[in-house]
Structure formats: C-alpha cells, structure tokens
C-alpha cells in the first residue's frame, strides 16, 4: 500500500502547485505509515523528478512516452490507473487544476474512490474515517467531507499547503509503462496555444498577484499595475468588466466566473470588491485594496488599504519596493 | 443533433451563505435560486448550434426536487426544447454524474453540455464522471466549441493557454466564457415555455461516494489596516515585516 502523486511538469520541471501535492502526499503517507510515490505527467525530465525527495517522495514512476507531454484526459486517467493498481494506492492526491480535476472526476468512477476536489487541507484520518476539508460557495464557505469510499481521491488547491523542503534528499526514478494504445489519445490537442504570461508568471500559480479594475480607466494606464508587479515578482489581473471591454485579456479575469486565485498578497487597484469579484479572491492570504472611495465593499474584505488615487499611489509603491532591494 | 445540457439550479450570486443549525446544510430560507452562470453557456451554446444546424432538440436536465422548476421552466423559455427532472436531491457529484449516465445513454442524446461547475458546490467532477461513465471523452472546460456534423473542434483550457481538441459525438463539454453570450428569456419564449413538456422521472443508481459532515464559514477578518495615502511606501514595509508576503 502507498499514497500516490500525480505531478505536473513543465517544460522539464515540476510545477510549483505539484511541490505542495507532493509534499501533502508525503504527509498523508507518514500519517497512514507507508511511503508515497509520484507518476510525473507532462514535459517532465528525470533529473528534475529526482528532486521530488526534497518533497518527501520515495520513489516516481515516469512514462516516456512522447504524447504525454501534452494534457490527453484518457492517456492520463489510464496511466494514473495503471500506477495505482501497481502501488496499491489507496490515496491518489493531485492538484486541483484544469488537468488535475479533470483526470480525478475520471478517475474516481475506474477505481471506484470517493473524491474531493478544491481540498485545503491535510485529511484527519481517524480509524477508518478520513475527512478532508474544501472550499464551497465560491470560496464563502468550507465543508469537511467524509470520503467513505475504500480508495480516496484529494485534488488540492493551489496555495494551501505549504512545500516541504528537505535538501539533499532524492527520489528514485522508475520507468512505467501503462502501454497506450492510440485509442487512449481521442482527446490529444491538435494544437497547443500557451498566452504570454506578463512577466513570465502564471496567474494560477502566483503567489502574489496585481489586480486592477475599471478605476484604472483604461488600457492605456495598466502599465502603472504591470510595474508595480514586476517589482514585486508578481502576476497581473483583473476584474471581470475590464476584460469584458478588452482592456486586458479574458485569462486574466479573476472571480466568480473566472480564474479562483489563492495568493500570499493580492493587490486590488481601482476595483470596488463586487461579491462576484470577491469569490475568485477571498482565500488569499493577504489582501491589500487601493481605492479612492472610502466606502468601496472590498475595504471589508481587506487586511490593508489606502483610501487614495490609484494613479498617484501606484508609482509610490513602485518605488518603494524598490528601494526595498 | 440531440443534445442534453445539465443544469444545476444554485443560489443567486450575491447570497448571503448560512448553514442549518447543524450545519449540515445550506440554509435555503430566504434565498433566490438560479440557473448555475457556467450552464446558461452551456444551454445557449446548445441552442445556437441546434439553430446553425436547421433540426435536432435540446433537453435540459436537472437532479432536483420540486423547487427547481422555476429554474428549468427559464431554461425552456430561453429556447430549450423539453426538460427531465430527475426528482431526487442532489447528494453528491457521484449521485448526479449516475442519474445524467443513465438518462442521457436512455435518450440517446449526441452531445452533452454542462456548466465548468457549480458555483454551490465548486466540484468540477460531474462532468467528468458522466464522460467517464459513459466511455466517451470530456473536454472540461471548454472556452469554445465548434461543430462539423458529427465532429466538435474545441478549445480546451489549461494553466496558461489552451489546447485545440477535435472529439467525434458521442462527448461531454463542460463550458465558459467567452463560448457565447448567454441569452435570457424573451415573452414569446415565457410563454411557449409552460407548455413544453417536462418529465419527472425517478433517481437510479447507488447512493453518494461522499458526504458532508459540516459546514463551516471562513474566520472574520480582523479589520483592514488603513496607511494614509501620502505614506504609500509604508505600506511595503508592513507587507515585508508585518504581513512577511514580501
Ligand atoms: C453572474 C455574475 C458574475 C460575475 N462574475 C464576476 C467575476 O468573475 N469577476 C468580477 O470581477 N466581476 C464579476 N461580476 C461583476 C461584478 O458584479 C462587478 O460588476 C465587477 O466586479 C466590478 O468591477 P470593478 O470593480 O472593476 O468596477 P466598478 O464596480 O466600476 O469599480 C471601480 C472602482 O474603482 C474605484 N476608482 C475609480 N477611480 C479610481 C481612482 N482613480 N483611484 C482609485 N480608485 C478608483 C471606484 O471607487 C470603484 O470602487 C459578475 C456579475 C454577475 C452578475
Ligand atoms: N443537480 C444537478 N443536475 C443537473 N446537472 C448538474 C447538477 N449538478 C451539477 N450539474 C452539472 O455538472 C456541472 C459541474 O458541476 P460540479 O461538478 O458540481 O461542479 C454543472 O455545471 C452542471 O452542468
């Protein structure tokens, strides 16, 4: 028996959202007293898995088939099923992402396992029950879910578990096979279209974030909210009507109806903190909100504020991370 | 085309969220339900392809008891063609992906259409059950869905991008925005909507793979801590000794 990881990788490395499922893996492991092992899906390379031990893994399993580098629902969901009848797994944790819940929904009906999806937390495990904590009501609410089911699927979410970090330990990388068939490749992608990503930085898998809403006036000023975040390392957003009239692109609206963010600091300029807008946000850890209406909702929601013009405080604070150094 | 489009029925988006004393369930008293946003993209989406196509129907489907039926009645009068209620609660993701399995496999239906997820229970599973159940592909979530007769090219979401996807019918899409513009009932459509059938029909299958032991709501903030705008930097240096975010 073993707890089993599904990371992702990314031209050649582990995604930072899959450190933290690793390293939640590895402590479900120690809790139930056996070991935890990954099986690596996408553009992964063997030396960089090897560091999953850092994340407390034992052991990956690694496909090198080609066609795995791109997200293939039924490719995934057949290898991950093939790992975990191999290992015996009983838990199979993985990220609660585009490609880590789809597989899971999948997953959970061919081994007949109780899922939960948007978990954040470590399970309690106690005899044989083993509930997890998630997010519901878009992030207004928690609920602990029994998984009653004798095999148990946990998709966490980014950003709610902290990576572990054991230097020098390694993994031992493993070849695998779940020998595909083309059958299993209905849903390759003819295509892959990545968006550049302001800065490099994946919205989803930021941990800071700068948002800005209609108070930023128009496109032609996002470049106070891009400075501003390119002095802190951080990923750009914004509220749903700003991409609506196309100042900014659809993927990075963040909210109800779109990207869930969970950051350690979320800066929201010139956006009045719409319940909607809110629901994509309220689980950062810190929320700094600039406003110039004292009595914008989204002062209720924040750990800081500055009653004050975006155009005028945004290069103060610019410059003042940068003299930080 | 037959298609079938899966529509939860949620509370509105600006509720108030409270739990039942033993917070073992949503508080409904007093609250507005709507039809879930993602599958009004679904149900929309449903209908343009039907109208492109000059034939085929759109069924809507929904796991509920009696007070859904405002919410599939609006369904019908945005332009769906007649509705199956499955007349049981909705346990779990588990529960409803069996009653969908089963109803859609009985109808005969091509194409599946489900919001990306319900913004009540935020699962992002019963698509993927249903797909599963089923033996056929899911694409979820889907920002863009084309047909060709029998053929869909879609566009897949991932963490940064997206994947062009071309499935043959039988399939599930779970959908978003930007894939149309949903529309909203007309007079015309209210009107022709009392009289579009609506079956109710018994719940299958085996009971739910999980349950919610309790319900919680997420600690109070402390208060926002306000920096007086002419001492912006003040507020980095918080963020980096206070806060430590930075
Ligand atoms: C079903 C549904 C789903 C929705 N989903 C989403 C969603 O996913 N995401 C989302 O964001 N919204 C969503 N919305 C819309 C939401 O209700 C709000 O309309 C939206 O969030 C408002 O955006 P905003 O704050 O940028 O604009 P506004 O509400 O117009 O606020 C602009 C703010 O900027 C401030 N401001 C103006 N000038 C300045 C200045 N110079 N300096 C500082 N501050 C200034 C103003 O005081 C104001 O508070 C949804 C709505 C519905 C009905
Ligand atoms: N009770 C239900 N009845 C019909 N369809 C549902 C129901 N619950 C969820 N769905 C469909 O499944 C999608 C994903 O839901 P979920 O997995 O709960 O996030 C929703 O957008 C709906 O299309």
Redesign the interface.
Known sequence: MSVLVVVECDKGEV?KSSLEVASYGAQVAQMLGTTATAVAVGEASEANLATLGEQGITKVLFDAEPRLK??V??AY?KLIAAATEQEQAKVIVLA????G??????L???LK??????VVELPKANGSSF?VKR???????????????ERKIIAVKKNSIEALHNAGQTAQVQAFSASLSDADF??????????D?AGGI????AD?VVSGGRGMKGPENWHLIEDLAKA?GAATACSKPVSDVDWRP??EHVG??GITVSP??YIACGISGA??HL?GV??S??I??INKDPEAPF???????????VF??LP??T???K??G | MKFLVCISNV?D??TK?T?TPDNKE?NKAGVQFVIN??DEYALTRAIELKEAQGSGTVTVLNVGEADTEPNIRKALAIGADDAIRVNAAPKD??FV?QQIAHYAKEGGYDVILMGKES???????????V???LGI?????A?KLDMNGNTATLE????????????NAPFVASC???MCEPRIPNMRGIMTARTKPLKVVDAVGEGA??????????PK??G??????EQ??E??????NE?K??
């Open positions: 995604k791109d997200f629902n039924g969901t609660n992402s585009n490609i819940a789809a597989v899971g929904s999948r959970a009906i061919r396992a109780s899922l939960a999806t948007n509930t997010g519901a009501f878009s992030g207004k609410a928690f609920a602990d879910v029994v998984l009653s089911g209905a849903d390759a992608p003819k295509q892959v279209v990545m968006q990503q994946l919205l989803p898998e800071k802190l659809h993927h109800q109806t350690n600091l319940i909607q629901a309220n689980s850890k810190v700094v909100v002062f209720k929601a924040a750990d800081y504020g500055i009653v004050g013009d005028d405080v103060k604070l410059q003042a991370v003299e930080l | 509370p988006t600006t969220i739990f949503f946003p993602w993701a588990y992906a913004i009540d229970y935020n699962g992002f599973q019963v698509h993927g059950m797909g599963e159940l592909p899911t694409v979820a979530p920002m897949r979401e991932i963490e940064g991008g997206k994947e062009i996807v071309e499935v978003q925005q930007p793979a999980t349950e919610v032991a309790e319900y919680q709501l997420p903030k402390q926002v801590k306000l920096i007086p705008a912006a930097g507020l980095i240096k918080l963020l980096r806060a975010v930075i």
